[in-house]
Each structure stands twice: as structure tokens, then as C-alpha cells.
């Protein structure tokens, strides 16, 4: 096991970047950093095919330690740099990494827009309910009732439920994992990647210094007990009635669909265009 | 070098088709004719309905200013297009309207065509007013040969409209032959007026 | 071909279009708006002929963000809009211009702030093409006056871009994007295309952003074993993130050398019988059009009357300008807007009058107007 890691901190990780990361002792982005480099590793995938592009907060930072072709965007826009990239190179496997607000506040139109045009995409969401590197304002994910640094009260709005909302915008994988889960995490990112279409991957994550912390949530571990409390499977959740889902997180693949391909699509259409003219 | 510039505005609703006979007609005039043409529009938010305006500049020399200065041709499809765009006409330029639609002349070198009646009742479709006035226009500028708009129309129309869009030509052009412009008065206003 | 066959009567948009098809240009990303739509609408025709990509996007930050992308994996990428969605683009503009990406970008500008007056001429977006995006940044910003600029300035658009690994951004308007005009486009072979410069050394050697004498870093393309990083924030010669003053520094300063460097071919204008004029207007886009034309009425009159027009807005091109302003006793800078451009040339101006035409009632300016004001002045 310790020369796995090794071998996968050597051929994954870059070697002229400058370690230690930005992230905060006991931040769950490693855990899905890990996860993420185990499952492209599982795949076997080419580093010089597979680009990872981030948009803007803690998650933005991750693509810097990788060495694929990393792009680090603007906030909420990851998606529409790998739209433009996937249109240009098929070939290329394009990754997104995102956070709760980077993803549906912000970049909420393009989230909800990749994943109804199809495209070959992987998006992977780590939601830790809270704008951390800005210092802990409220988020599309931060639960009613929750103290943020702009809701000092308490907050008064309501959260999106990530999984599900990609569900319903129309992408071909959906699934949900915590970083507790983490062999679950690693096949659910493999399955996303291997899977032709827009995926999602939400990844619930703890924040606890800016969000566990102003909630009374305790250290990173007590976070993550709460997920292995909280968890509960796809499967499982089909059995239980609305009251009983309160507060639950699901887990595991949400949605698996096949629809057709937009860049056979787009050859389809060339075809037929070459004909006319 | 004199300049010869030669303008043509067109006026009507939208819908009418003003503004495809005014590229029909600066596609004769550059492609077909080998003059410099320039063709401009003006037009609101709306689709239909609502005033449109087209001008062609047709000229020998490479065009500096793309629309129209002063008309030396003015085409009216309905008396608000007329009353509209009548301004900048040159003292000496020629006046075409449908006589369908206008009733009130600003101007007594003015020639009236009925082109929606002809359209409606010798073609068999009102839609081809336009260009039932495009071959008027063609001709009375006597700057166009009728094969060469003839092509322009050919290459502008889809392919199962064709011979209906030529019918409406011919039928503009022979309107148009009918007129005798020498009996149209002088302008009493004079060259002078005329603006750079 | 004959040689009718290659005249052609086209709107500005699409000369546009076909300019950029000349350029190499195989990827489209866009959202309509008048009065730029038709770019859109004849890239949608065009590019999958031609083997590119075209893709409406959900709005016109989304379709910066798609045209970035795809530049960066290699291919030649436009969007087109008017005033509002260039400021929507603005961000992402930004982060072209940090990260030295290749794109043209197409602003069919309209009248007033916000949505104005959609379907009428202005040029009310001048200081918006150089200053829109945040922070200190060079541009190149080129403006087109007839349907052959259109497709002439769409190519050397993209050339610049790709030499100086920069976004160009072209200024049309709506006399210019919707006047139709015979024009012959030069035969594919007589065009030259410029190709962004590609790294030369082995992977393992590559430095993403290292400077040289032309202070243009070599591209690589994502995906073609280069792996490196790409990133909005100030970055070293890496492409990592730094705040190290001595780094940030050099990267800042060799952004703008690298324009400065190419002053000499990037700042574009045109004379129109400027020897002997004592006056002269200076002028841009469709207006440098009724321009020309008054100059030549007031030579008619006795009026030694000349015409300096500028293609290049930005880097303003002071070099070409100040022999204007040292040769005639004053000059006139009409505009369709309150005085955008005027004021660059009072910014530069050591010598000579300076009169201005500022029309912003959405109509265009006739060669009446500059003709008055030129036997005026």
C-alpha cells in the first residue's frame, strides 16, 4: 500500500510545484484529490488526454497540483472553458472541479446548460456548503437556519440539492458521494469519467472552519461521523418516506442514462453539411 | 473624377419585401452590372408591419458614402412610407409608387403603378408585389440590362418560386415601358440646393 | 473562376464571417443580439461545411469562456456581439488577455448604455474595448469602415492575435455590419494567416510563459504533450500561481513590451489626400465613410482638406497621428458618441485644434455635417 502512494504521488502529482497545497488542515479537497488520482489511475488514462479545469475558491486550486493539462478559470466558468476545449479535441478526456457556490451560484446557467446539451463532460462538485476561501458566506447549499458570515441570524433561504438538480437539467450519470465514503468516491468518479455524457459527481464535503466551526460542528472527524451518520444509500432511500429522508444524505449512482453523443452529433451534422455544400 | 453616384431608396411595411428588392438590385448592379453598389437598410424591432427602408447607391467610382445623400429614384409601396421617407429627394429625381396603396403625390414627377393590383390579379400572388416593383425600378433607372436583373432575381429566389418571381419581373418591366418620361415636368427648383 | 463569379455583393457581418473562415477560424461560440446575429447565424451555415464547430451558448460569458477553450486546445476561435453581451464578456476577456490566449472577438456596437437603441449606429463601446476587462492590461482594438475592411481586418485580426497571443477585439457598427457591397474577396492563396508560434524544445524543457526577445511566450496546445498550467491568476514563467513582486513585475511589464514591440505593424491607419491638407479629419469605422466623402466636397471649394483614418483604435496610434496634428492647423474627429476617441487624440495633441462632431441621437453622421464643420474651421 505505501509504495501505491508513492507511485501515485510520483507519476500524478507535479514535481516542480511548490507543496504545501492552500487547504486547511483536515479539508475534505484532499480526500477527493486522492479519490480523483486513484480512480484516473484505476482507468489508465493518458495524462497527456485528460485536461482538469477548476473554477475559483478552494476547489479552484486543485488543478495546479496535477500534472495533466490543468486549467484554473474564472468563478463559475469552468464549464464553459471545457465545453469550448471538448468541441475543439474530442479526443481530450475533459474534467471539471467545482465548489458548491463556484458551481450553482454563479456558474449555476452554465451548470444547468452543460448538463442539457450532453456534452462529454465530467463535473465533480465538492459541496461543503459555505464560500470557504472567502471566508464563510452563505452558499446555494447553505442549509435554512445555518449561520454564515452573511447570515448572522440565521439563514433564511433554502438549499439546492446538487445531484438532483442535475438529474432534472438532463445529465447522463448522476451520483453522490461524502468524503467518508472513499472507495465508494473513487469508483463513483471512475464511472463519471468512464461514462460518455455529462456527469456529476457531488461530493459532500466538510468546511469546518468556516462553516463547522460557526455551527457548532465540531473538528473534522466529528464532521465526517456526521456523513457516515447521515449516509444513506440510493437503494435504501427508495424504501423510506419523505420524513424518514429528512436530513439524510444519499448515496451512490442517482441516475445512469444513455443518450446520444453531442460531438457524434456534431460529425453527423458536418457530414451533412460537406454533402450540401 | 465626376462623381456619378446614382441613389434609389424603397419604402413600404415590413413584410412587403423592400428590402429584398433593394438586394436583389445592388446584387444586379455589383455582380451582374460591374457597378460599385452599396445597399443599406433602416428598420424597427418589428418583423411585420411597421416602416422599412432599403437604399442601393450604384456608382462607377468606389462608393465613400454608403446611403443615400439625395435620391435620384424613390420607390413608395404605401402612402406612410412615402410620407416618411420623401425627405432628401433630389429636385430632379423620379418618383415611383404603388398606386394601390398611395393616393396623395408629394411630388408631380411622380409615376403611379398599380404593383400589388398586378401582382394580385395578373400573377396570382400579392406576395410578388416587390418584385413586380423591382422591374419597374430596374428599368426606369436605366441603369439596368432587364437579363442582368433577371439573373439577380434568379439567383435571390428558391428554386420553385423561380418562374413565378420572373413572371412578376417581366410584368414590372412591361408597366414600366408603358410610361413616357418625357412628359414628366421639370423640377422648378434647381441644381443648386443640392447637398454634398 | 470567372471573374464574376468571384465578385460577390455582400453585408458586413458576413464579410466578417468569410474573413475569418480565411483566418483558419473553425470555432464559433456565441449568443444572439442584434445587430451582430447574422455572424452567428452564418457561422452556424458555414463552420460544420468547413469541418469546425459551431455552438450557441447560454449567454456571453459562457461563450468568452467556450472561445478561450477552445483556442487553448489549438483551434482559431471568434465570437460576435453588440455593447451589452461585450460586457457580459468582459471577465473572461480578462482572462485571455493574462493568459495570452489567441481569439477575435466582434462588437457590433449600438447606441447608449444598457440596451439603448438596438438596430441603430454608434460607437459608443471605444473605451469599453480598452478598458472593459479589469486591471491593468494591453488589447489590441482595430475598427472597420466597408465590407472589404470586413474581411480584410477579420484576417489581420486574427493574425495579430495569433502572433502576439493576444485577444483583438473588432469595432463594428451598424451602418458597416448591415450595408451590403459588391466586393472581391482575394483568392484563398493570396491571403497570408499567421499561426501562433508552437514550443520547439522537448516537453520536458518547455517553460510555459518564458520570456524572449519578442516577449511572446511559444503555445503549446492542450493535448499535445505539453502538460502545463493554465491560469487567471499573476503567474510565473511556469504558469504557477505567484505573488513574488520581482515576478509579478516582469509578467506585467513584458505584457505591454510585447505590444509596444510591434507598434510598427499593429498600429493601422489610412491617409486620403493628406499631403498638402491644412485640415484634416480624423475618423473611424462607418463615419471615416461620409468623412471621405466631405473632404472631397470641400476640396470642390477650395478647402485643402484631408482625411487620416484609423484603423487601429488601440494601442492608439499616436505615431500616425501627430504628423496629422503637426501638418494642419486644426482638426475635426467626428463620432457617434460624446467624444471617446477625441479625446485620445486632445490626449496627444501638442499643436493644433481639435474640433469635434458628437452625434449620439442613433443616426448617422452625413458628410453634411463634417463638410459645414470643416469650411467652418
Redesign the interface.
Known amino acids: 500500500m505505501p509504495e501505491k502512494v508513492e507511485r501515485l504521488r510520483h507519476d500524478y502529482l507535479r514535481h516542480d510545484k511548490k507543496f504545501p497545497h492552500v487547504w486547511c488542515p483536515g479539508c475534505g479537497n484532499g480526500i477527493v484529490l486522492g479519490a480523483l488520482i486513484r480512480a484516473i489511475d484505476s482507468l489508465k488514462l493518458e495524462k497527456d488526454e485528460l485536461v482538469l479545469a477548476s473554477g475559483i475558491g478552494c476547489a479552484g486550486r486543485m488543478p495546479v497540483y496535477v500534472d495533466f493539462n490543468t486549467l484554473h478559470t474564472t468563478h463559475g466558468r469552468a464549464l464553459t472553458f471545457a465545453t469550448g476545449i471538448k468541441l475543439a479535441n474530442p479526443s481530450l478526456n475533459v474534467l471539471t472541479v467545482m465548489g458548491d457556490g463556484d458551481a450553482t451560484a454563479i456558474g449555476g446557467n452554465h451548470f444547468i446548460h452543460a448538463a442539457r446539451r450532453n456534452l462529454d463532460l465530467t463535473a465533480i462538485i465538492i459541496n461543503n456548503q459555505i464560500y470557504g476561501m472567502t471566508g464563510g458566506q452563505y452558499s446555494p447549499t447553505t442549509p435554512y437556519g445555518s449561520k454564515a458570515a452573511t447570515a448572522a441570524y440565521g439563514h433564511i433561504e433554502h438549499a439546492f440539492s446538487i445531484a438532483e438538480l442535475a438529474v432534472t437539467a438532463g445529465a447522463s450519470f448522476v451520483a453522490r458521494g461524502t468524503v467518508y465514503h472513499v472507495p465508494l468516491l473513487d469508483k463513483l468518479i471512475a464511472q463519471g469519467i468512464s461514462k460518455k455524457g455529462f456527469s456529476v459527481i457531488e461530493i459532500i464535503s466538510n468546511c469546518h472552519i468556516q462553516y463547522g466551526r460557526r455551527n457548532k460542528m465540531g473538528d473534522p472527524v466529528t464532521m465526517m461521523q456526521g456523513f457516515k451518520d447521515r449516509a444513506v444509500t440510493v437503494e435504501k432511500a427508495a424504501t423510506l418516506s419523505a420524513e424518514e429522508l429528512h436530513d439524510r444524505i444519499t448515496i451512490g449512482v442517482l441516475t445512469d442514462v444513455d443518450k446520444p453523443n453531442y460531438t457524434e452529433e456534431l460529425q453527423k451534422i458536418r457530414d451533412i453539411a460537406k454533402d450540401k455544400s | 473624377m465626376k462623381?456619378d453616384r446614382y441613389e434609389i431608396r424603397f419604402g413600404g411595411s415590413g413584410g412587403q419585401g423592400i428590402i429584398l428588392a433593394a438586394?436583389i438590385l445592388?446584387?444586379a448592379?455589383?455582380?451582374?452590372e460591374?457597378?460599385?453598389?452599396?445597399?443599406?437598410?433602416?428598420?424597427?424591432?418589428e418583423a411585420r408591419g411597421g416602416r422599412s427602408k432599403a437604399e442601393v447607391v450604384i456608382s462607377r467610382n468606389e462608393?465613400?458614402?454608403?446611403?443615400v445623400?439625395q435620391m435620384d429614384l424613390f420607390l413608395a409601396m404605401n402612402q406612410a412610407a412615402l410620407d416618411a421617407y420623401f425627405f432628401d429627394f433630389k429636385p430632379n429625381g423620379l418618383l415611383v409608387v404603388d398606386s394601390t396603396f398611395v393616393k396623395q403625390l408629394p411630388s408631380s414627377r411622380a409615376i403611379s403603378i398599380p404593383f400589388t393590383r398586378i401582382a394580385r390579379d395578373d400573377i396570382g400572388k400579392e406576395l410578388v408585389a416587390n418584385i413586380v416593383a423591382l422591374g419597374a425600378v430596374g428599368l426606369l433607372s436605366r441603369k439596368f440590362s432587364s437579363d442582368n436583373l433577371e439573373k439577380a432575381v434568379i439567383a435571390r429566389v428558391p428554386q420553385q418560386f423561380r418562374d413565378i418571381n420572373v413572371q412578376a419581373l417581366h410584368a414590372g418591366m412591361k408597366a414600366a415601358s408603358e410610361v413616357d418620361l418625357a412628359y414628366l415636368p421639370r423640377s422648378v427648383t434647381t441644381d443648386e440646393e443640392k447637398?454634398? | 473562376m470567372t471573374e464574376q463569379a468571384t465578385r460577390q455583393v455582400l453585408q458586413g457581418n458576413e464579410a466578417i464571417v468569410e474573413g475569418a473562415l480565411a483566418a483558419g477560424c473553425r470555432f464559433f461560440a456565441g449568443y444572439p443580439i442584434t445587430p451582430a446575429s447574422e455572424i452567428a447565424e452564418l457561422m452556424s451555415l458555414r463552420l460544420p461545411a468547413a469541418g469546425g464547430t459551431f455552438i450557441q451558448m447560454e449567454d456571453e460569458i459562457a461563450s468568452m469562456g467556450a472561445v478561450i477553450g477552445a483556442s487553448l486546445a489549438g483551434v482559431k476561435s471568434l465570437t460576435a456581439t453588440s455593447g451589452p453581451g461585450f460586457s457580459l464578456m468582459q471577465e473572461n476577456l480578462g482572462y485571455a488577455c493574462v493568459a495570452e490566449v489567441p481569439c477575435v472577438v466582434v462588437n457590433v456596437m449600438r447606441a447608449g448604455p444598457s440596451t439603448g437603441l438596438p438596430t441603430s449606429p454608434a460607437q459608443g463601446d471605444v473605451m469599453q474595448a480598452r478598458w472593459g476587462t479589469h486591471g491593468d492590461h494591453p488589447i489590441i482594438v482595430l475598427s472597420v469602415s466597408t465590407v472589404s475592411d470586413c474581411f480584410d481586418i477579420t484576417v489581420h485580426a486574427f493574425n495579430l492575435s495569433e502572433k502576439y497571443r493576444v485577444p483583438v477585439i473588432i469595432l463594428s457598427d451598424e451602418v458597416v455590419s448591415h450595408t451590403r457591397e459588391a466586393v472581391f474577396l482575394p483568392a484563398p492563396e493570396k491571403i497570408e494567416v499567421v499561426e501562433r508560434i508552437r514550443p520547439s524544445v522537448p516537453p520536458e524543457w518547455y517553460i510555459p510563459y518564458e520570456d524572449n526577445s519578442r516577449g511572446v511566450p511559444a503555445m503549446a496546445v492542450l493535448g499535445d504533450g505539453y502538460r502545463h498550467h493554465v491560469t487567471g491568476l499573476i503567474h510565473d514563467n511556469k504558469g504557477f500561481p505567484t505573488d513574488r513582486p520581482e515576478e509579478v513585475n516582469a509578467f506585467q511589464r513584458r505584457q505591454f513590451r510585447k505590444i509596444t514591440n510591434g507598434f510598427y505593424e499593429i498600429q493601422m491607419t489610412k491617409s486620403f489626400m493628406m499631403e498638402d491638407a491644412e485640415v484634416a479629419v480624423i475618423a473611424y469605422g462607418s463615419v471615416s465613410r461620409s468623412a471621405l466623402h466631405a473632404i472631397k466636397a470641400a476640396r470642390e471649394k477650395g478647402v485643402k482638406a484631408g482625411l487620416l483614418q484609423l484603423i487601429t483604435l488601440f494601442p492608439f496610434p499616436k505615431r500616425n497621428v501627430d504628423p496629422v496634428l503637426r501638418q494642419c492647423r486644426a482638426v475635426l474627429v467626428p463620432e457617434m458618441n460624446m467624444g471617446q476617441i477625441s479625446r485620445e487624440v486632445k490626449r496627444v495633441n501638442l499643436s493644433s485644434k481639435v474640433v469635434t462632431i458628437n452625434r449620439v441621437d442613433g443616426q448617422f453622421i452625413t458628410p453634411t455635417e463634417i463638410y459645414n464643420k470643416l469650411l467652418s474651421m
Open positions: 462623381d438586394v445592388a446584387e448592379a455589383g455582380v451582374y460591374g457597378y460599385y453598389a452599396c445597399q443599406t437598410q433602416s428598420y424597427g424591432p462608393i465613400d458614402y454608403p446611403k445623400i447637398e454634398v
